[in-house]
T-cell receptor, first 115, second 115 residues
Framework: AQSVTQLDSQVPVFEEAPVELRCNYS??????LFWYVQYPNQGLQLLLK??????LVKGINGFEAEFNKSQTSFHLRKPSVHISDTAEYFC?????????????FGGGTRLMVKP | DTGVSQNPRHKITKRGQNVTFRCDPI?????LYWYRQTLGQGPEFLTY????????KSRLLSDRFSAERPKGSFSTLEIQRTEQGDSAMYLC?????????????FGPGTRLTVT
């Protein structure tokens, strides 16, 4: 079984400031890692994913994340945020055993970008 | 691709009534997933299909819930004898599961309110 912990339920930040959204996971098997964004009353959109290879992955909208296996973390970062980045962000994992790849999500972090 | 579509987008029903939701995945995606998201929480896995076969069901899926994917294309999720605790956003996702792709594409969701 897998579990995902997003340590911050809300992160307020000023526009053009850097931001880091934290994600830690627990799993007895190797996993794939994902970050999704959800705008109000919409479904989830994939920001980026880590499957294998380089531990630093780049996604859409200027976001990037780094996989740290020893710390079981997959923190999301952006060097300069915009008002339009205000949304709910979800970290998720799925087992990489090719048996279904169902996602286990964290509780979400609400990013609030202030002018 | 037109994306994953879900109907209806909103459903209000009285406790004890039955409801049915429909999900149309991206064409030729062979995997289809259902998740439930309650307010302020991350989505939780309910069940998934590979083609027409339902391969896994979460313990969250009580016997009042049933899902089908009769021809390996669209899927329906039915909730019988609805309870107030069933109020949530029901999300559908699909994936191709070919060529190493593990990305799930989400629909906009169906928001269920049980009064």
């Amino acid at each position: 079984a897998q579990s995902v912990t997003q340590l911050d339920s809300q992160v307020p930040v000023f526009e053009e400031a850097p931001v880091e959204l934290r994600c830690n996971y627990s799993s007895s098997v190797s996993v794939y890692l994902f970050w999704y964004v959800q705008y109000p009353n919409q479904g989830l959109q994939l920001l980026l994913k880590y499957l294998s290879g380089s531990t630093l992955v780049k996604g859409i909208n200027g976001f990037e994340a780094e996989f740290n296996k020893s710390q079981t973390s997959f923190h999301l970062r952006k060097p300069s945020v915009h008002i339009s980045d205000t949304a709910e962000y979800f970290c998720a994992v799925s087992p990489n055993n090719n048996a279904g790849n169902m996602l286990t999500f964290g509780g979400g972090t609400r990013l609030m970008v202030k002018p | 691709d037109t994306g994953v579509s879900q109907n209806p987008r909103h459903k209000i029903t009285k406790r004890g009534q039955n409801v049915t939701f429909r999900c149309d995945p991206i064409s030729e995606h062979n995997r289809l997933y259902w998740y439930r998201q309650t307010l302020g929480q991350g989505p939780e896995f309910l069940t998934y299909f590979q083609n027409e076969a339902q391969l896994e069901k979460s313990r969250l899926l009580s016997d009042r819930f049933s899902a089908e994917r009769p021809k390996g294309s669209f899927s329906t999720l039915e909730i019988q004898r609805t309870e107030q605790g069933d109020s949530a956003m029901y999300l559908c996702a699909s994936s191709a599961h070919r060529g190493g792709s593990h990305e799930q594409y989400f629909g906009p969701g169906t928001r269920l309110t049980v009064t």
